[in-house]
């Protein structure tokens, strides 16, 4: 008698068939509401992009199905998870929305005070970026020749200010209804550092948001950190295993995919820096798709290891048409724009992808790392 051979993908098969499925985690609840679903959410910074992520957070947060369980973000991302945690212990996913409103209304009111703003030929043929000004050229180039410890000595960021006057920290620390993740670069090390809800304060805040070619770095307890953006953008890798739910939702504001090469030094500059704040999320895509493997073909402990269900947000056209100078354009009418923007997107998505919410992935992260999925 000839012993049949077994290959890796029949072995893979019956192990998976043998498989136990994941239990199903209980329905959440929030201020007498049952939520049948919920989700991880992971906001990637991008300046005044990041009003595109309040557009998605405001239809999430409008629709209430779906319980938001906790927020990864970085820079924008990051201002985006602390102002709506504020706003949700305060008065709910209604109390969320106006807070996110205010937030972005007041970054457009700063905005107004600033010389860099779009021209008036850029306001006719309805160009959203910058690069007319020459303020904002004369700036650009200060920031190439000169350190930030040089012309902003005192290491002032409006932002702060903003961000201090419409979020109450000590009650985001005490908002037990959704976790946070907030992901800034440890300068020293340059080792991604996540600061969680309990403890955060604005400086870790501004940690997450700090470009260092315009701001000096932000040391939290004697540590300088610059923009999570550089190590996670965000990171994902909290969810795996602090998370009942097992969906993680990524609103992507940076292009993975973009066409053609980038032929003027301020195109190149603005791909070299998407592919930097991208490249951390790929890898955990990465890891992601590699332990479902290993689940499928039987080879990892189901009771210890379980299947993560990717899921993504991006408006690709319109993001990718936007030049990098319109991640500093304030104006209320772009702000609003975004939002719009963002809020289509999400709700076209859940639309398609809601029943998918705890079942199954909407993306595949491997067509998504070999560019077959094209976002």
């Given at each position: 008698?000839?012993?049949?051979?077994?290959?890796?993908?029949?072995?893979?098969?019956?192990?998976?068939?043998?498989?136990?499925?994941?239990?199903?985690?209980?329905?959440?609840?929030?201020?007498?509401?049952?939520?049948?679903?919920?989700?991880?959410?992971?906001?990637?910074?991008?300046?005044?992009?990041?009003?595109?992520?309040?557009?998605?957070?405001?239809?999430?947060?409008?629709?209430?199905?779906?319980?938001?369980?906790?927020?990864?973000?970085t820079s924008a991302g990051?201002?985006?998870?602390?102002?709506?945690?504020?706003?949700?212990?305060?008065?709910?996913?209604?109390?969320?929305?106006?807070?996110?409103?205010?937030?972005?209304?007041?970054?457009?009111?700063?905005?107004?005070?600033?010389?860099?703003?779009?021209?008036?030929?850029?306001?006719?043929?309805?160009?959203?970026?910058?690069?007319?000004n020459p303020v904002y050229v004369a700036f650009d180039m200060m920031t190439r020749l000169f350190s930030p410890y040089d012309f902003n000595p005192l290491g002032l960021n409006p932002l702060q200010d903003i961000l201090e006057q419409e979020v109450d920290f000590e009650r985001v620390r005490r908002c037990t209804q959704m976790a946070l993740y907030i992901s800034a670069t440890n300068v020293e090390t340059g080792v991604v550092k996540v600061f969680e809800r309990n403890d955060l304060t604005p400086e870790m805040v501004?940690?997450?948001?700090?470009?260092p070619f315009i701001f000096k770095a932000v040391e939290v307890d004697g540590t300088p950190?610059?923009?999570?953006?550089?190590?996670?953008?965000?990171?994902?890798?909290?969810?795996?295993?602090?998370?009942?739910?097992?969906?993680?939702?990524?609103?992507?504001?940076?292009?993975?995919?973009?066409p053609g090469a980038p032929r003027s030094a301020p195109e190149i500059l603005q791909r070299v820096n998407e592919i930097t704040f991208n490249s951390?999320?790929?890898?955990?895509?990465?890891?992601?798709?590699?332990?479902?493997?290993?689940?499928?073909?039987?080879?990892?402990?189901?009771?210890?290891?379980?299947?993560?269900?990717?899921?993504?947000?991006?408006?690709?056209?319109?993001?990718?048409?936007?030049?990098?100078?319109?991640?500093?354009?304030s104006e209320w009418a772009f702000l609003k724009h975004l939002f719009d923007l963002g809020r289509r997107a999400a709700g076209d998505w859940l639309d398609r992808n809601y029943d998918k919410l705890g079942v199954q992935s909407s993306i595949k992260p491997l067509d998504v790392i070999q560019g077959r999925t094209k976002v």
């Amino acid at each position: 008698m000839v012993a049949k051979k077994v290959t890796r993908k029949a072995a893979a098969k019956k192990a998976s068939s043998k498989k136990t499925p994941a239990a199903k985690a209980a329905p959440a609840r929030r201020a007498g509401k049952v939520f049948e679903k919920r989700v991880n959410l992971a906001l990637q910074g991008g300046g005044a992009h990041g009003a595109y992520t309040w557009g998605v957070l405001d239809k999430f947060l409008e629709d209430g199905r779906v319980y938001i369980e906790a927020i990864s973000g970085t820079s924008a991302g990051a201002m985006n998870a602390v102002v709506a945690a504020d706003g949700l212990v305060e008065g709910g996913e209604d109390g969320a929305r106006a807070a996110l409103h205010r937030f972005w209304k007041a970054v457009s009111e700063q905005g107004k005070l600033s010389p860099i703003q779009r021209s008036p030929i850029d306001i006719w043929m309805g160009n959203w970026s910058l690069e007319s000004n020459p303020v904002y050229v004369a700036f650009d180039m200060m920031t190439r020749l000169f350190s930030p410890y040089d012309f902003n000595p005192l290491g002032l960021n409006p932002l702060q200010d903003i961000l201090e006057q419409e979020v109450d920290f000590e009650r985001v620390r005490r908002c037990t209804q959704m976790a946070l993740y907030i992901s800034a670069t440890n300068v020293e090390t340059g080792v991604v550092k996540v600061f969680e809800r309990n403890d955060l304060t604005p400086e870790m805040v501004m940690a997450s948001a700090c470009l260092p070619f315009i701001f000096k770095a932000v040391e939290v307890d004697g540590t300088p950190y610059w923009d999570g953006g550089y190590m996670g953008n965000p990171v994902l890798y909290p969810f795996f295993h602090r998370s009942k739910s097992q969906d993680i939702l990524v609103v992507q504001i940076n292009p993975v995919y973009r066409p053609g090469a980038p032929r003027s030094a301020p195109e190149i500059l603005q791909r070299v820096n998407e592919i930097t704040f991208n490249s951390s999320l790929l890898k955990e895509f990465r890891a992601i798709n590699f332990v479902d493997e290993l689940l499928e073909e039987g080879r990892l402990d189901p009771e210890k290891y379980r299947s993560i269900y990717l899921h993504l947000i991006t408006s690709n056209d319109e993001l990718k048409a936007l030049g990098a100078s319109s991640k500093l354009n304030s104006e209320w009418a772009f702000l609003k724009h975004l939002f719009d923007l963002g809020r289509r997107a999400a709700g076209d998505w859940l639309d398609r992808n809601y029943d998918k919410l705890g079942v199954q992935s909407s993306i595949k992260p491997l067509d998504v790392i070999q560019g077959r999925t094209k976002v």
